[in-house]
Structures are given as C-alpha cells and as structure tokens.
C-alpha cells in the first residue's frame, strides 16, 4: 500500500530552502505543500521558482504555516538562533519538523525543542543530509567490520570552503545573533558528526580546542579545530574554516583498516559516490609500492541524498500517523550529541583551549 | 661528460638498507663499493644478497668501511642513537654522507654532525626518499601557484602503520637505547617533513601535542599527535602511530585551492606517483555537486624516488669532487628543521600538551 504523500510547510525562503523543496519533489513520499515567509511576496516567489504545485498554500506569516491543519510537518531552515522558538511552536501544533543544522544555539536549547517534540509526539531529524547516502551505510560496513577494519583508532575530518565577500558581510553564519557558532556550528557540524558517526555516536571523554580560532569583528568563528579522546585511546581531530577552498575530508584509521573520502558532505557527483578503503595494506619486498593496493568503491545514489532525508522522514512520520507508533528517537540522539561536542569545543576555545569534559 | 660513479659503502645490514642498495646500483651515478658491519659473515650475506659485485669490499666493521681511502660516501641506517658518533666520524675521514631518519635523538647531537660536515667538506643529506621523486616537484608547483592554490591555510598529515608484534617486540624502534623517539621519530618524521615542505620550511611559531600519547612499557612513543602554528594563522596538524593500518595521508589547503594524497611516503606503485588537486571548488547551482571537480594528476616516476635521491646525492658529491664547491646546505637544513619540530613536539609531549615555541 502506497504511503500518504507527507505534506511539508516551510519556515522561510533561505538559499538551502530551494534544496530542500527540491528534495520534497522528489521523494516519494512528501509533497510540499505551503511556504510562510514574513514577506507574502518573498513566499508567492519561493513557491513559483521551486516546484510547488497552483495549488499550495502561500503565507505571509509562519504562525499562518503552523495553523494550517493540513500541514503534517516543517521544515525550520530558519537562523539558529530562531529554532527554539519556531521548533517549539511547531511541536506544540503537532508538526513533525525537519531542522536545519545547528539545531539550536546550544545544548540546553536543544532539549527543550526535543521535550516539545517529545511531549507532542512529533519526529525530529536534523537536516544532516550525508548521513542518508547509500555510500554512507555501505562506508559504515566497512568500518563496522572486525577482519576488513579492527577497531577504530583515529579519525580526522575537514570541512572548509572559501567565503566570498558577501558572505563574509551578510550570510546568517557570521552574525552573533543569528548563527553564533560561525564556522564551527556550519562546517563544523558535519566535521564532529563525521567523527561521532565513526565512533558509533559514542561520546569522547574529553575534547580540546586547538589554538589559532579565527574569529571576524563580530565575535564569531571563522576558523578553528578541536582534538576529541576517548577512555580508550581513540583520538580525532577536525578543522573548519571559511578561509580555504572548499575540502570535505574524512580518513578513519583502524587496526586493520583505512578508510578515506574527499567528499563526504556533498558527493562530487549526485548520481554516485565513491570511497576508498584499505585492508592490511603493507609494502612489496622492498617497500617500493603497496600490497594490496586501496580500492575504490562507487555507491550509485539513485535518489538524491536530500530527497532519501526527506523520504525516510516522512516514512517515520507516516508510521505515527498510521498507528502512534512513538517516533524514531536515535535522530535527536544524534542531534544532540553533535550540538553537545560543538558546545564542549567552543567552552574550550572560550577558555583558550582547556580540556573539556564530557562525562 | 659522464660523472664518475660515486662509490659507497654502507655501516650496518639494516633491512632498509636492503632498499638503498637497491637504489645505489639503479642509480647511474653511484656503486655498491663496500659493506661493513660488526659480523662479517653478515655483511658477507648482505652483499651477496644486494647487488653488490664480486669486487665489492666486505668488512667485519664499520671503522675498516670509513678507513677505506676508495670510498666516496657512506650511507648510514645504524639506530639513531649511534648516528652522532659514526656521523662525526665518517666525516672526519671526508666520506660524504647519505643519513637514515631520524637523523639524531636531538637538534643538539644534529648541530655536532652538520658541523663536522662542514668543516670536513663533505655533503650531508637525510633519507627522505619521497622528497626527491618527480611528483614532489609538481606538487610543489600547484601549492606555489597563487592562481591555482592561494595562499596557505592548513596541512593535515597522517602516517600511521600497523606494527607486528615482532616489530612491537624487537625493532628499534620500540627501543629507548636506540630510536628513543618511537613512531615520533618513524612515522611522524614524515609528518612533520611534509608539513614543513607546503611551509616552504617555514618553521611553525609553535607546537603543541595533542592528549593521548601512547607509550610501550620501556616508555617510546607509539603514537602521537600534534598541532603547528603560524604567526599568520596558518596551522597544521599530524597524527603518526605504530597502531593503525598504513595509512599516508597528506591535505594542504590554500585560500584558492586543495591539495590530497594518500600515499606521499611510499606512492601506491613504484613506476607513478598521484595526486589530487582542486581549485576554486565551487557547488551546481542546487549543491547537488561540486563544480568543478577536483582532477587527478599522474607523474611518471622513471628512475624510483629513492634512487633519484642517491643520484642527486651523488651530484653534489661530485661537484665538490670536481671543483671543492661547498655542498648544497638546504638538504641539511632541512634536516635540521625537521629534527628541530620533532624535539619541540617531544618537549610538549613531556610538559602535557604545552605550548614549545620555536622562535
């Protein structure tokens, strides 16, 4: 039995709006439905130039999104600094949300907009769109693999890209009361759920900010990097910056095994992705070339990673319409453990790279 | 006019020396001309089993090896810790000398064999293979193209290896006597090169260890970690370790562009070398991918990158042969920049993760 398409309201006409919209297209499953703006004619424009079918439901308001009794579920790609108020809101009329990254300002926030959803029975996946990429479930079996991999030891991960001037002038992302996290809650946040993704989402005990946080006039990051340690030795690092030209890196080491990506937030393909891996790799007699050599794997995407996010949220929330079923709790899980290390890593820069603890 | 043939010998039996042999009989400007070593019945192995030819001089010694008037050079891969004293004397007896990694237990024992090189005139060069094969230049040249790369931003480097345990047991490197600096010395040699090689060796402002060093029960680093920085906030970061599969990672960020490879110690094939670069990376115009996309590059090694070390070696040797030219003092002090960042990383491992300036 075909699924009720999922009907999606959106919070706003931000950039990544139009990707989103896109994602709802096309997955099977959703279908968009109604778009607020604070400007009537910013949402008349968004819904025209983004696939929304004559009939949606343009307003002018977000509260207006929220009343609308036929939207199932929001999407909040909202400035972080409005997601408590508007994931609150949206919980309490009963709307199933999708939310942008940084999911709140900090921790504490977090839980409160996971309460209301909690409290209000509304699934709650943040818009972390690689975490649903075939490549990323066929990459977790490599790693998941005591003979091909062992045990985890390492993990460095980078996300940087080069802002231009505009952005560096205007985007949400360097305003202290927007996105106060700067670079470190945008690029950062894939850098630490990349590394908590690796570590099974097990918390690290400890995390250090190294030094050299770049920050523009305003306050905010524009440049940093944390090592993260675990109890058992395992030890990451990441770095991310709105200085370099734009690199997406993930290299996990284990006992037996390599894992290594160069794009693993936003595939350099839509249609596939690749990865490399390495299994007991040692050296010819005498060490002029590798045996074995790595290997290349490529994941066909089908559907895009974004519209599969916005396929198997819908699915979990078709299945609390059907039978109340309670939601699926590992997504705020995740959530919040990479809210909790992004909070852990800016105390430490605040306090010029203390260890912070997380236990 | 054809050079004459720089003619080596070599202290100790060391399984890496296996390779420089190797090396020293590809390349066309320098022979096999004696072994030595403390068991003559070993030595006398040794070159039957490495090329050497039947004229070959075999010796029950190292001393007998520098006493010899027909040798040019000696290539010395004897423990770290009896580099000072065979440096030193190899140079008092005006034999040019090719130096195992790490070139010293610290900067101060380095200090003593520089200076009995150049008050002997003789060449000193370190055994960093891969700085000498042809893909090193071309990597070169994309970092220093400020179209192409920008300015530098970041270096990540890993080289980490999974030691066996007969290695964890019995290899130098495991012991304090020895190779007292451990993977630090090994595997993060490399590191540390590679990070000073995209500074145009630059030295870093400061250093600081990452938490969670490993040690064996005798008290050698068997993995580590550490973060470099620049006055003008450029930083760098490495982890090396004896616990992890083979894995030679090298990422340099630029303002403009990204440089990647996984395999710069040791390339995957003897015959060609890769690498990867990006510039100006950009997204399609729904972040589905990356415009344009990085592009690989292949370089033809022709004669393997250990024995183009030997022949530019054996160059210099015999330009000061020729003509009493002073020797090319950049191979040493690059040597001693690296040993320099090593002890600085050492220093903080043994402070708990203290800042070590370096100015």
Same mark, same amino acid.
């Given at each position: 039995?075909? %699924? ?9 006409? #931000? ?27 910013? #949402? ?28 199932? #579920? ?31 300002? *900090? ?8 309460? #209301? ?18 490549? !990323? ?9 005591? %003979? ?64 050299? !946080?770049?920050? *523009? ?143």
């Amino acid at each position: 039995m075909a %699924e009720t398409p999922i009907r999606f309201g959106i919070l706003g006409c #931000a950039e990544i709006a139009r990707k989103v919209s896109r994602a709802i297209s096309l997955a099977p499953n959703a279908a968009l439905y109604a778009v607020g703006s604070r400007s009537l004619e910013k #949402a008349t424009k968004f819904a025209a130039s983004n696939g929304f079918p004559e009939s949606a439901k343009i307003y002018g308001s977000y509260d207006a999104v929220l009343d609308d009794p036929n939207v199932d #579920a929001v999407y909040i790609p909202l400035p972080t600094s409005l997601h408590l108020k508007w994931a609150t809101l949206a919980a309490e009329k009963k709307k199933h949300i999708l939310l942008e990254k940084p999911v709140a300002l *900090n921790v504490g926030e977090f839980d409160k907009i996971i309460e #209301a959803c909690e409290s209000n029975g509304v699934q709650l996946m943040d818009s972390t769109m690689w975490m649903h990429n075939p490549r !990323t479930a066929e990459m977790k079996k490599f790693i998941s693999d005591p %003979e091909k991999f062992g045990e985890l030891r390492s993990v460095n991960a980078i996300f940087t890209f080069a802002a231009d001037s505009d952005f560096l002038e205007n985007d949400i992302r360097v305003k202290p009361d927007l996105d106060a996290l700067g670079a470190l809650g945008d690029a950062g946040w894939y850098c630490v759920r990349s590394i908590l993704w690796a570590n099974d989402f097990q918390l690290p005990k400890f995390v250090k900010a190294l030094p050299g !946080t770049l920050f *523009n006039k305003a306050g905010v990051i524009m440049s940093c990097g944390a090592s993260l340690h675990w109890e058992d030795g395992k030890v990451a690092t990441f770095h991310c910056s709105f200085f370099s030209n734009l690199t997406m890196n993930v290299t996990v080491t284990g006992t037996k095994g390599t894992l290594h990506l160069n794009d693993y937030v936003i595939p350099f393909e839509e249609k596939q992705g690749s990865f490399m891996t390495a299994t007991e790799s040692g050296f010819t007699e005498f060490v002029t070339g590798w045996v074995p050599l790595p290997s290349q794997h490529t994941v066909m995407t089908g559907l895009p990673q974004e519209a599969r996010m916005v396929s198997e949220f819908s699915r979990l929330v078709n299945s609390i319409k059907k039978d109340g079923s309670v939601g699926e709790k590992k997504w705020p899980s995740y959530s919040r453990k990479t809210q909790f290390v992004l909070d852990a890593v800016k105390t430490s820069i605040d306090k010029d790279g203390e260890s912070v603890s997380l236990s």
